[in-house]
Structure formats: structure tokens, C-alpha cells
């Protein structure tokens, strides 16, 4: 597969801090309007069985999502009741799945940082483990 060459910009799923390292700031920026602030999860090095994942495989795995964690909203987020007549489809706490080219980069108090719009996630995890790419490493082509 190409990909499409961004010059210096650096590509989501290498943008993360590590929480143990860096926790979440105590003190979040204001977000206006239908912002949503995500703090970006690495891919796993190391399968369930234990087995390394190569840089190359992980590569191609953090191609396919990018998933973080929900560490504010703004004030409008999820209020358009044209777009989400449900309500809201994440809350702060929540791990969540958004596209690998959105959203606008931050560094914020030594952690890294994403801010999307609400309509940019794609979905809400339980566990961000639920979301395995390694799931299909083990089996066969069909």
C-alpha cells in the first residue's frame, strides 16, 4: 500500500505519550465549541501468546485505527440533535477509535494530545484491548 507523503508531519499512532511516564495534566485547556480531546493509545509490542510484534507489522496495524482516551469535551459536543439523535457517543473516561489522519496535534503540559471534532469518532471501546489487530496475525489467509 502507498502512503501519502506528509513531509515532517507526524502520523497519529506515533503520537502518544506514555501515561505511566506522563499522566493526564490535572488542568485541561477549554475547548470551545463541538471539540473532543483525546489522548492517543500505542499498539501493543507483545501478542496475548507473548510473541514480539516486529516494527513493521505494528507499523501496518497502527495503519488500520487509531484509538485514545477521552480527556475532555467541549461545551457543543454531541448537542446537534441532527447528527446524533441518540445523544452523545463518548464521555470523558471513554477509549475511543478515530481516523489515522485526523484531527490537530498537541503537546499540552508534556503530554500529546488530539483534538478532533465529535463526528470524527468512529466508534467507543470498552477496553482498548478489545480492539485487537493482532486477532488476525495468528490465522491463515483465507
Known amino acids: 500500500m502507498q502512503e501519502v507523503n506528509l513531509g515532517k508531519s507526524v502520523k ?8 505511566e511516564e506522563t499522566p493526564d495534566p490535572e488542568v485541561l485547556p477549554e475547548l470551545p465549541g463541538y471539540h473532543v480531546l483525546v489522548r492517543p493509545v500505542s499498539v501493543k509490542s507483545i501478542t496475548k501468546g ?21 480527556v475532555a469535551l467541549g ?12 445523544g452523545a457517543w463518548c464521555k470523558v473516561g471513554d477509549h475511543v477509535s478515530y481516523g489515522k489522519h485526523m484531527g490537530t496535534k498537541l503537546f499540552y ?32 489467509s483465507a
Not at 12 to 19: F, S
Request: charge should be negative; proline fraction near 7%.
Open 12 to 19: 497519529n499512532d506515533l503520537w502518544v505519550t506514555d501515561p
Open 50 to 70: 507473548g510473541i514480539y510484534i516486529p516494527d513493521s507489522t505494528k507499523d501496518d496495524m497502527s495503519y488500520l485505527t487509531t484509538v485514545g482516551k477521552v
Open 75 to 86: 461545551d457543543l459536543a454531541y448537542l446537534d440533535k441532527e447528527k446524533f439523535p441518540t
Open 109 to 140: 503540559k508534556g503530554v500529546r494530545l488530539i483534538l478532533l471534532f465529535d463526528d470524527q469518532i468512529i466508534m467507543r471501546l470498552q477496553d482498548p484491548k478489545d480492539l485487537d489487530p493482532t486477532f488476525n496475525l495468528s490465522r491463515g
